[in-house]
């Protein structure tokens, strides 16, 4: 069974930063590109950041560029979202997801075009 476990969310002022990581189970990581989406409350899911197989290519929303990097560890089968100089705007659940096949390169997917999903961890950012 398949599970994606996403943690390190929580509280913190603007300009703060944390650090999300999402353990990954119940598959062959290294076969997956990676993502981050967030869904603000009544909002739909918005795409992150990606990542791809084996961490050489990443792709960033607009909003985001600059402040989040996401990496990968294949040996620790997690991924990370670091993200600094954090904003009001950036509050909402953060979730992770995987889409199975070898990704030369990664670019926005759809949320349609990821094969599993993590049950999401809160970000709040405070003003």
């Known amino acids: 069974q398949v599970q994606l476990v996403e943690s390190g969310g929580g509280l913190v002022q603007t300009g703060g930063s944390l650090r999300l990581s999402c353990a990954a189970s119940?598959?062959?990581?290294?076969?997956?590109?990676m993502g981050w989406f967030r869904q603000a409350p009544g909002k739909e899911h918005d795409f992150v950041a990606a990542i791809n197989n084996n961490g050489g290519s990443t792709y960033y929303t607009d909003s985001v560029k600059g402040r989040f990097t996401i990496s990968r560890d294949n040996v620790k089968n997690t991924v990370y979202l670091q993200m600094n100089s954090l904003e009001p705007d950036d509050t909402a659940v953060y979730y992770c997801?995987?889409?199975?096949?070898?990704?030369?390169?990664?670019?926005?997917?759809?949320?349609?075009?990821?094969?599993?999903w993590g049950q999401g961890t809160q970000v709040t950012v405070s003003s």
């Open positions: 119940g598959l062959s990581f290294s076969l997956y590109a």
């Open positions: 997801a995987a889409r199975g096949g070898i990704h030369s390169s990664v670019r926005r997917y759809s949320q349609r075009e990821y094969d599993y």
